[in-house]
């Protein structure tokens, strides 16, 4: 049997005016993943979570929640849907079991079950015993967020949506988060959005990549970099004339490019080396580097792209596509 | 979020202050001139000057304070309805509006408890008028706080709601009696411009009810203007979100 998504989007469009804000957007979140939702500042994220929260329309498309359009039918969406907006807000003067409360009667949990309601997320977001009766306004950046998060909690919901949860936190706190995420993998669907790359990276089994309202790429971090960044890296370090090193490796046949040199002691520089050629590399650069006269090889390790490099080629490729399809202005 | 916030106790406190310096220079006035009229209609006569602060203090945080914080959308997310969220901010608003006015009971309960011999003769705790003027206060209370309620919806800047409440509930308030008085200095008016004008003047409501004359066109003046700007009202959060 089937199972229905926790999220389908078709040709989701929102206009703001002239202004497009995200243009026939297309995505769908299987029940119980982790998925990151990752763009620049204005690319449309918070569009689309608002969007699919039921607090906004959108000019054209659909969108479904647990199987239930949202335009149709917003208000049994909201019960589907645990929220964190940007920036968290809350209110300053109430305390945390007060103010979980008041949501959780505004989420409609049945008056026996509130107080074990509150105290659950309570107890998932490490709330219960450090921060229960202090007040919003007292509390720090750290504890605010878990606040925002105990909220999204609070009913049970199917899907839960973050928006930029660990913006503005400290190392610490961003492990914190970390955490709780993981905690809730398997038993909600979850949407982070961020544009903290690292974030998404460890938090998320898949990412969906945004860049002026349009999804520019989608999918696993591994399918990502096979798709945006194909080519083989390594690192190495190399002692004596580092500029010979790309050189000597196209003398023989291979398509190699240094991306990026530092001098990590006198005369030794730590190279970051692409090379287009397909297949397991390693031992073959072994052999060519170590027998050179003109650098010594120290070490060599095959490095990974990072989902920071992957989104800077997802969106450069994005803007080259953008200014393609512009039409040409003639004089 | 009306109950938690310091800005309602302050406005509560510097209504009762306010009300108990015009209650103390009314009787005071009354021991220097004697008048006909009974202090508890001379008190109720003034209550636009509290109107005027207190309206906009209990309303411009309703719904402009939420959105400018960022609330507002956190509280569109639950299975809330719009009209759920507007009825609410209005109730708790006019509740309270009502409960500082009842409040107001204990300044001639005080002044009984001071004075017995003043109270001897009936004049402070007079039921009819007491009653008559509580009414209007419910039912003109109604469109006060719907515009304040009102005004906060269609801006996300506090300041801005209370100053557009003040204004509205000037022009409505003053407005009307201004009104009356061009229309009287004016000579002869047809006569359905009289009853327009008498039907908006605020000030002849508050007499009518204070003597005990029951109309029901305030009543429907008062009720239908507060559904027309509680609805408006959900139209705005309704596409400003």
Same mark, same amino acid.
């Given at each position: 049997?089937?199972?229905?998504?926790?999220?389908?989007?078709?040709?989701?469009?929102?206009?703001?005016?002239?202004?497009?804000?995200?243009?026939?957007?297309?995505?769908?979140?299987?029940?119980?993943?982790?998925?990151?939702?990752?763009?620049?500042?204005?690319?449309?994220?918070?569009?689309?979570?608002?969007?699919?929260?039921?607090?906004?329309?959108?000019?054209?498309?659909?969108?479904?929640?647990?199987?239930?359009?949202?335009?149709?039918?917003?208000?049994?969406?909201?019960?589907?849907?645990?929220?964190?907006?940007?920036?968290?807000?809350?209110?300053?003067?109430?305390?945390?079991?007060?103010?979980?409360?008041?949501?959780?009667?505004?989420?409609?949990?049945?008056?026996?079950?509130?107080?074990?309601?509150?105290?659950?997320?309570?107890?998932?977001?490490?709330?219960?015993?450090?921060?229960?009766?202090?007040?919003?306004?007292?509390?720090?950046?750290?504890?605010?967020?878990?606040?925002?998060?105990?909220?999204?909690?609070?009913?049970?919901?199917?899907?839960?949506?973050?928006?930029?949860?660990?913006?503005?936190?400290?190392?610490?706190?961003?492990?914190?988060?970390?955490?709780?995420?993981?905690?809730?993998?398997?038993?909600?669907?979850?949407?982070?959005? %961020?544009?903290? !790359?690292? =974030?998404?990276?460890?938090?998320?089994? @898949?990412?969906?990549? #945004?860049?002026? /309202?349009?999804?520019? *790429?989608?999918?696993? %971090?591994?399918? !990502?970099? =096979?798709?945006?960044?194909?080519?083989? @890296?390594?690192?190495? #370090?190399?002692? /004596?004339?580092?500029? *010979?090193?790309?050189?000597?490796?196209?003398?023989?046949?291979?398509?190699?490019?240094?991306?990026?040199?530092?001098? #990590?002691?006198?005369?030794?520089?730590?190279?970051?080396?692409?090379?287009?050629?397909?297949?397991?590399?390693?031992?073959?650069?072994?052999?060519?580097?170590?027998?050179?006269?003109?650098?010594?090889?120290?070490?060599?390790?095959?490095?990974?792209?990072?989902?920071?490099?992957?989104?800077?080629?997802?969106?450069?490729?994005?803007?080259?596509?953008?200014?393609?399809?512009?039409?040409?202005?003639?004089? | 979020?009306?109950?938690?916030?310091?800005?309602?106790?302050?406005?509560?406190?510097?209504?009762?202050?306010?009300?108990?310096?015009?209650?103390?220079?009314?009787?005071?006035?009354?021991?220097?001139?004697?008048?006909?009229?009974?202090?508890?209609?001379?008190?109720?006569?003034?209550?636009?000057?509290?109107?005027?602060?207190?309206?906009?203090?209990?309303?411009?945080?309703?719904?402009?304070?939420?959105?400018?914080?960022?609330?507002?959308?956190?509280?569109?997310?639950?299975?809330?309805?719009?009209?759920?969220?507007?009825?609410?901010?209005?109730?708790?608003?006019?509740?309270?509006?009502?409960?500082?006015?009842?409040?107001?009971?204990?300044?001639?309960?005080?002044?009984?408890?001071?004075?017995?011999?003043?109270?001897?003769?009936?004049?402070?705790?007079?039921?009819?008028?007491?009653?008559?003027?509580?009414?209007?206060?419910?039912?003109?209370?109604?469109?006060?706080?719907?515009?304040?309620?009102?005004?906060?919806?269609?801006?996300?800047?506090?300041?801005?709601?209370?100053?557009?409440?003040?204004?509205?509930?000037?022009?409505?308030?003053?407005?009307?009696?201004?009104?009356?008085?061009?229309?009287?200095?004016?000579?002869?008016?047809?006569?359905?411009?009289?009853?327009?004008?008498?039907?908006?003047?605020?000030?002849?409501?508050?007499?009518?009810?204070?003597?005990?004359?029951?109309?029901?066109?305030?009543?429907?003046?008062?009720?239908?203007?507060?559904?027309?700007?509680?609805?408006?009202?959900?139209?705005?959060?309704?596409?400003?979100?």
């Amino acid at each position: 049997m089937e199972t229905i998504p926790s999220i389908r989007v078709k040709d989701l469009t929102r206009q703001y005016g002239a202004l497009t804000a995200i243009h026939k957007v297309n995505f769908t979140v299987k029940p119980g993943e982790v998925v990151g939702f990752l763009g620049p500042n204005g690319a449309g994220k918070s569009t689309t979570m608002r969007i699919l929260s039921g607090i906004m329309s959108a000019t054209s498309g659909s969108a479904w929640v647990g199987g239930i359009c949202v335009a149709q039918n917003p208000h049994e969406v909201k019960r589907k849907i645990g929220y964190m907006p940007e920036n968290n807000p809350l209110p300053d003067d109430m305390r945390v079991v007060e103010y979980l409360r008041f949501r959780s009667r505004l989420k409609e949990v049945p008056g026996h079950k509130l107080r074990a309601a509150v105290k659950e997320a309570m107890e998932i977001c490490d709330l219960a015993r450090t921060a229960r009766r202090k007040i919003i306004g007292t509390l720090s950046k750290g504890f605010r967020q878990r606040v925002g998060i105990a909220d999204a909690l609070l009913g049970d919901p199917e899907i839960i949506i973050m928006d930029e949860p660990t913006i503005g936190l400290d190392p610490h706190q961003i492990q914190g988060i970390r955490k709780l995420i993981d905690n809730l993998r398997g038993k909600h669907t979850v949407i982070i959005s %961020s544009h903290i !790359l690292p =974030e998404i990276e460890r938090s998320c089994d @898949r990412v969906i990549i #945004i860049n002026r /309202g349009r999804i520019v *790429a989608a999918g696993t %971090s591994k399918e !990502l970099r =096979e798709e945006f960044l194909p080519s083989n @890296r390594f690192s190495l #370090i190399v002692e /004596g004339n580092d500029t *010979a090193v790309a050189a000597c490796l196209t003398s023989r046949g291979i398509d190699a490019d240094i991306l990026e040199c530092t001098p #990590i002691a006198e005369n030794r520089s730590e190279l970051n080396l692409r090379v287009e050629n397909e297949g397991n590399l390693g031992p073959q650069l072994i052999q060519i580097l170590s027998s050179q006269r003109e650098f010594i090889l120290h070490s060599l390790a095959p490095r990974e792209p990072n989902l920071e490099e992957i989104f800077l080629a997802a969106t450069k490729r994005s803007w080259e596509e953008t200014i393609e399809t512009k039409p040409k202005i003639s004089a | 979020m009306l109950f938690i916030s310091p800005h309602t106790y302050i406005a509560a406190v510097l209504f009762l202050c306010l009300m108990g310096f015009l209650y103390w220079a009314i009787l005071r006035g009354m021991v220097n001139t004697p008048s006909e009229t009974l202090p508890t209609v001379q008190f109720f006569s003034v209550f636009w000057i509290p109107v005027f602060f207190v309206v906009p203090l209990l309303t411009m945080r309703s719904i402009a304070g939420e959105r400018s914080i960022g609330t507002l959308d956190t509280l569109m997310t639950t299975p809330t309805s719009r009209v759920a969220v507007i009825l609410s901010k209005f109730a708790g608003a006019y509740l309270f509006y009502m409960l500082l006015w009842v409040l107001t009971i204990g300044f001639p309960l005080v002044t009984e408890k001071l004075y017995p011999n003043v109270a001897e003769s009936g004049a402070l705790l007079e039921l009819e008028p007491l009653v008559g003027s509580f009414l209007f206060l419910a039912t003109s209370g109604l469109l006060f706080i719907s515009i304040g309620v009102f005004a906060s919806s269609v801006t996300r800047s506090q300041l801005v709601a209370g100053m557009l409440t003040f204004t509205t509930l000037f022009v409505v308030i003053i407005g009307g009696q201004q009104m009356g008085n061009l229309a009287d200095a004016g000579g002869e008016l047809s006569s359905w411009a009289v009853a327009a004008v008498n039907y908006l003047q605020i000030f002849e409501h508050l007499d009518d009810f204070s003597r005990g004359i029951i109309d029901t066109r305030p009543f429907f003046y008062y009720t239908s203007t507060t559904f027309l700007l509680l609805g408006f009202s959900t139209l705005v959060i309704e596409a400003k979100a």
